[in-house]
Every structure is written in structure tokens, then in C-alpha cells.
């Protein structure tokens, strides 16, 4: 399997990464960020790309995927709806609509979050921004696209958070929250599950095309 990966940085991102270097199965990892990741690994290319708006420059680079995995995401705290959507919806789309055009046959997996509104009308914006980003990605001619909603997500195999408040929080719960992922599966998962999960949808697929915690754990 070849994968393009988007958010490698990021905490989900991280996760992701190191179950697609363990998997056997996955031939080679293309990760596009702003920055590089610092890791080095046979099967790891990197492009560093600055406008996630326009990927025109490095078109002739994204062809012959199998698989996207999109983790890149950022928290609305404080954010505009505006800004919030153009990174969101906007960077997500932009990514989407050059892949599958280049790669039809691909599966483009997005991680969204629990409580994603898919009616695209409730009263919490990121939820609405999460939903109309999801529901875009379910109409594009991909041969599969499934959404990822974790809920709570336990950072294992020293993955962390790139927010502060986050880290704050998973440094202050962090005995606990193993015990949380056994004990609630609906609410919780980690991003080795999460890593996991992708890999085996991109895989085999799934009767589901949006996944809740519970989902991931299961297939995981």
C-alpha cells in the first residue's frame, strides 16, 4: 500500500505514522506538511508545502496513492468561523479534489471528531464546519471515504499533543487515561488504535462509512 499523509506533526498524525512504518503491508509513506516531521525511516518522503489552498506546484508528486489518511487539524479556540473553515474545510478540500483527480481508485480517510454535525445547521461551529467538510468528502469520486470521529484520544508511544492546553491535560490525567480507553471504548481510543484502524480500511474497507470510537476500537 502507498499513502499520502497530511498532519504527520500533529498528535493523531504522529500516531498514524508510526503504525504506517511498522505495517508490512505499507510499501512507502508521502507525508506533506509545512514542516518536516525530524524523523528518518526507508519508507518516509517528505514534502514541505506552504499553501494547502493551492497544491498545483506539487502535482506531479501526488499520483499513484492507494491510500490518504488526513489528520491535519487545528482546535476552533478562539478561532473565527471564517478561519476555522478556511483551515478546515478549506485545506481539507483542496487536498481532496487534487487527489481524486489523480488518484481515483484511492480511499481518503479524514479524521473528524465526535459530535461532527452533519446537518450542517446546529448551533456549534465546529461541528457544523466538521460536517460540511465531511459531507464534501462523502460526494467526491474516491473509491472509498470514510470518516474517522474519535472522542477522547489517549497519546501512547510518546506521541503528543502540539496544543498546550491539551498537553496540559494529558500530562495531568496521563495515569489514567489507559485505564479510560479499556474501560469506555465508546467515548475513548488511542492513536495507536486509531493508526491501526485506518490501516485496516484502507485495507479491507468497512460497512461504515463514518466511525465513532467504538468503531475504531472494534476494528482495531
Known amino acids: 500500500m502507498r499513502v499520502v499523509l497530511f ?20 510499501e512507502s509513506v508521502v507525508s506533506i506538511g509545512r514542516a518536516t516531521t525530524g524523523q528518518h525511516h526507508p ?3 517528505e514534502i514541505v508545502h506552504g499553501n494547502f489552498l493551492d497544491f498545483s506546484g506539487i502535482e506531479d508528486r501526488l499520483s499513484g496513492f ?11 479556540t478562539g478561532m473565527t468561523e471564517e478561519n476555522y473553515r478556511r483551515i478546515t474545510y478549506g485545506f481539507t478540500i483542496a487536498a481532496a479534489q487534487v487527489l481524486a483527480r489523480l488518484n481515483p481508485n484511492m480511499t481518503f480517510i479524514y479524521v473528524s471528531g465526535a459530535g461532527t454535525d452533519s446537518s450542517e445547521h446546529g448551533r456549534s461551529m465546529w461541528a457544523r464546519v466538521k460536517g460540511k467538510t465531511e459531507n ?16 477522547v484520544i489517549v497519546p501512547l508511544h510518546g506521541v503528543q499533543s502540539k496544543t498546550k492546553l491539551y498537553r496540559f491535560f494529558y500530562t495531568l490525567l496521563g495515569p489514567l487515561l489507559p485505564m479510560l480507553n479499556g474501560r469506555f471504548p465508546k467515548y475513548v481510543t488511542s492513536t495507536e488504535q486509531i493508526g491501526l484502524a485506518m490501516l485496516k480500511v484502507a485495507s479491507d474497507g468497512s460497512p461504515k462509512r463514518v466511525l465513532e470510537s467504538s468503531d475504531i476500537n472494534e476494528i482495531a
Do not use: N, T, W
Not at 66 to 76: E, K, N, P, T
Open 136 to 151: 464534501e468528502l462523502l460526494r467526491m469520486p474516491f473509491r472509498a471515504a470514510y470518516m474517522f470521529r474519535p472522542g
Open 66 to 76: 492507494d491510500a490518504c489518511f488526513f489528520c491535519l487539524g487545528i482546535s476552533s
Open 7 to 26: 498532519g504527520a506533526s500533529g498528535m493523531v498524525g504522529q500516531g498514524v505514522l508510526r503504525e504506517c512504518l511498522l505495517d508490512p503491508g505499507v
Open 43 to 45: 519508507k518516509l518522503h
